[in-house]
């Protein structure tokens, strides 16, 4: 009695993928761990893009505008800045007083004013934009020095004379009149810059927002 025949081994014939030649199909495609980093790296890409073109903007208007306050500084300035009196004879125009401090008082007032409003355009600043940055920052600076040259130049153009000759003869002789407004100590156009930058790093600190804190994993407990 002899067994029986075990046909051949056939050799497996890949399964097709589709419908009709069996049940068997492909798994559906799932996005690998590479493409999904490149979507997230592009996420991240286009909101620090976004977030710089803002912070520019706000950059922008903030120069603007603490530029233009500069206006309030040379009024303020050419108002409240005392006045050096002087007098003129045939021999030529003299100071009234000669002891008198009016010179330095231009200066201090100047400075005294630059200071608070450096102050006020920080707070402005800082409230328009808690959050702050170095953009911001840097236009509150240059916009502070801006500003100081703006209200200098404005003091200077509608105050008395710069031709101190030609306004004595026109006034007369033993005639009292108010020396040109100048600013003798050139480093008071700093004074903007320095106080609005102090005042906002105080502000900032005590009261800009936190980073979060990282979270740190705990090892587990043997």
Request: overall charge negative; aromatic content about 8%.
């Amino acid at each position: 009695m002899t067994a029986p025949l075990t046909p051949p081994h056939q050799p497996h014939e890949p399964h097709d993928s589709s419908p009709e030649n069996g049940p068997w199909q492909s798994p559906p495609a799932v996005p690998g761990p590479s493409s999904m980093y490149a979507h997230e790296t592009a996420k991240d890409q286009a909101a620090a893009a976004a977030e710089l073109r803002k912070d520019l903007r706000d950059s922008a208007l903030v120069l603007v505008a603490v530029t233009l306050a500069g206006v309030a500084l040379g009024l303020l300035w050419l108002w409240l800045a005392p006045r050096v009196p002087l007098i003129s004879n045939r021999e030529g125009v003299f100071l009234k007083d000669t002891e008198g401090e009016a010179a330095i008082g231009a200066d201090g007032t100047f400075v005294l004013l630059a200071v608070g409003l450096g102050a006020l355009s920080a707070v402005a600043v800082f409230l328009f934009r808690r959050r702050g940055g170095m953009a911001l920052v840097l236009a509150l600076a240059v916009g502070g020095l801006l500003a100081s040259l703006l209200g200098w130049g404005i003091g200077v153009w509608f105050g008395p004379p710069r031709d101190v000759v030609a306004h004595a003869r026109e006034v007369g002789e033993g005639v009292t009149f108010d020396a040109y407004l100048e600013l003798g100590a050139k480093g008071a156009l700093l004074a903007w810059s320095v106080a609005a930058m102090v005042v906002h790093l105080g502000l900032t600190a005590l009261f800009g927002p936190r980073d979060p804190e990282p979270d740190w994993a705990v090892p587990p407990t043997q």
